[in-house]
């Protein structure tokens, strides 16, 4: 639930699980304080010496301290008016709010509807809080939350099933299917969520983005269900929380930029944070899967009681020994076979080789996504044979990994139709184009993103085609501009690709559009990349009727060393 009202409270969320802030359910208060912060020094002062906070000087008014200093004050506010109210010992975190006047509050709730109640008090006590008599006005407000009604608890699903959450800036998608059809190999009836949908042994309960806690409560209410895996994506951690109490194995890919600017994340450590919180509610007997390559995701180990299970494409990575010596384990990949080491002891797995989402070891970043799923899988108790089989019968096709690295031939050309949609998938998405392309052929790539990107972000999109790409296009995500005009967007893109020099890029007024465009201008032996989140369906349908063909995990091979040879 979220709730608006008034200039202070700019908003009231209801988080139903474990959040930035706590690994229970808790309330967000987002306030807009313009007064506190222009207060007077001596006033401000006052204020928070009528409530027996020893803040010491508040700092002039406007500045970075008088900041700090009213985030202070606002914790201290809530803790007084909830033992005014008889709650004691409330847990709160305050923090800076999204805009330079406004303030975050966070605490745990048992019942919704006298913590959101304590929640308004609040802001109606920090709107006067630099009026004299603040104390008793904070007693008042207690005492008439006394009064509320405590409304109802918090209705979380305790899994009662082996459950593994998977969370990432790239890869946790393949990562959660990946994990799913080892299950299945194992006999298990397997239900997971994610940005497709809700599944059950493979067959889609409901269609949509699913990655967030209705997700997870969908997955785990499936009749039969014996496996969970639940794709967490950042933004339903931040509007809600995450939809389960516990897991028994998290996952986290790795954290790059996408999506800063929203939701208050501006930097890669807050992003970090957010996604840190499937590793705070893993159980103490579990295990915690991080990506030893990717420092924000291995430092995530010390924030939780279960087990780290490192992986990476470095066998040397400080992490994978770390975590062997703290009672872990580490997959690595050591001469050209995926193994998994615990304290030195090394058990082999299978060759990359012999692992087709990696594409015959060229898709490095599907390489680290199959070590993170093979990890999850002996980590949550499958049967080493059931992972194994799972890393031999998992395609990279539109049947058992839509939109992820779907390669098919048209007339000699290689076409990749990718989900690509920040600087991490467009970057591997290249690496393949380049590992694909035969003597004398080019990388063509059609590029474009959705309007709720930063506009350094998209520029940057322009700039990393320009730079990997023979031919850089775009095309146009109408159904993705989110408060954008076309035009902006294909400006920003055109700005980034003229930072290397590269001034002809073409736009199409669609995906699809702009593939007619590509395929019309290239030949056998090239290859068409392209960053295709919007018209996935209507591409492929295209290019079934262009007869062309999916690339078995045998002819990828022998197109990648026929691409290697020149």
Request: aromatic share 2%; charged share 20%.
């Amino acid at each position: 639930m979220v709730e608006t009202a008034g200039p202070t409270l700019v908003e009231l969320r209801v988080l139903d699980g474990a959040n930035l802030y706590f690994p229970r359910p808790a309330i967000k208060l987002t306030l807009d304080v313009p007064g506190l912060l222009s207060l007077p020094e001596e006033r401000a002062a006052a204020a928070a010496g009528e409530v027996g906070l020893a803040a010491g000087s508040p700092g002039p008014p406007g500045g970075e301290q008088r900041r700090r200093f009213a985030t202070r004050l606002l914790a201290h506010l809530v803790r007084r008016t909830a033992a005014a109210a008889g709650v004691r010992a409330l847990a709160v975190r305050s923090r800076p709010g999204p805009e330079p006047t406004q303030l975050v509050a966070a605490y745990p709730w048992r019942r919704q509807h006298a913590a959101e109640a304590l929640g308004r008090a609040v802001a109606e006590l920090i709107a006067t809080a630099g009026t004299p008599g603040l104390a008793e006005r904070v007693g008042q407000r207690g005492a008439a939350l006394r009064q509320v009604e405590a409304g109802p608890g918090p209705s979380l699903p305790v899994p009662r099933v082996p459950t593994v959450a998977v969370t990432g800036t790239n890869g946790k998608t393949t990562v959660t299917r990946l994990i799913a059809h080892m299950g299945r190999c194992a006999g298990l009836h397997v239900g997971w969520s994610n940005t497709d949908g809700i599944y059950l042994d493979g067959e889609l309960v409901e269609e949509g983005d699913w990655s967030g806690p209705g997700g997870a409560a969908q997955v785990l209410a499936q009749p039969g269900v014996q496996l969970a895996v639940l794709e967490t994506a950042r933004g339903g951690i931040l509007r809600r929380g995450v939809g389960v109490a516990h897991n028994d194995v998290a996952v986290v890919t790795n954290i790059s930029a996408d999506h800063l600017g929203l939701g208050g994340i501006q930097t890669l450590d807050q992003l970090a944070e957010v996604k840190a919180t499937i590793v705070r509610i893993t159980r103490s007997g579990g295990w915690v899967v991080l990506n030893a390559d990717d420092p924000r995701t291995l430092a995530m180990r010390r924030l939780s009681r279960a087990r780290p299970f490192t992986f990476g494409l470095d066998p040397d990575a400080p992490g994978l020994r770390e975590a062997q010596t703290e009672g872990g384990r580490a997959a690595t990949v050591l001469d050209g076979d995926l193994v998994v080491l615990t304290r030195g002891r090394v058990d082999r797995l299978l060759p990359v080789l012999d692992v087709p989402v990696t594409l015959a070891g060229l898709a490095s970043f599907n390489v680290a996504n199959a070590l993170a799923a093979a990890a999850a899988g002996i980590a949550v108790g499958l049967p080493r044979e059931a992972v194994l089989d799972g890393l031999r019968g998992f395609r990279p096709d539109p049947g058992q990994n839509p939109g992820r690295m779907n390669i098919l031939d048209l007339g000699g050309r290689a076409v990749i139709v990718d989900m690509a949609h920040n600087e991490a998938s467009l970057l591997a998405l290249l690496e393949v184009a380049r590992g694909l392309r035969l003597p004398g052929g080019r990388v063509l790539a059609l590029v474009g993103t959705a309007g709720d990107r930063s506009d350094e972000l998209i520029r940057s999109l322009g700039e990393l085609a320009a730079r990997g790409a023979d031919r850089v296009a775009i095309g146009e995500k109408h159904r993705y501009l989110r408060g954008r005009e076309a035009a902006e967007l294909v400006g920003l893109l055109r700005e980034g690709a003229a930072t290397v020099g590269v001034s002809d890029v073409p736009a199409h007024p669609g995906e699809l559009a702009g593939l007619q465009a590509l395929v019309a201008e290239s030949g056998p032996g090239d290859v068409l990349a392209l960053m295709a989140p919007a018209e996935r369906p209507e591409i492929l349908a295209w290019l079934e009727e262009q007869d062309a063909t999916l690339l078995d995990p045998s002819q990828l091979r022998a197109r990648v060393v026929a691409a290697a040879a020149g």
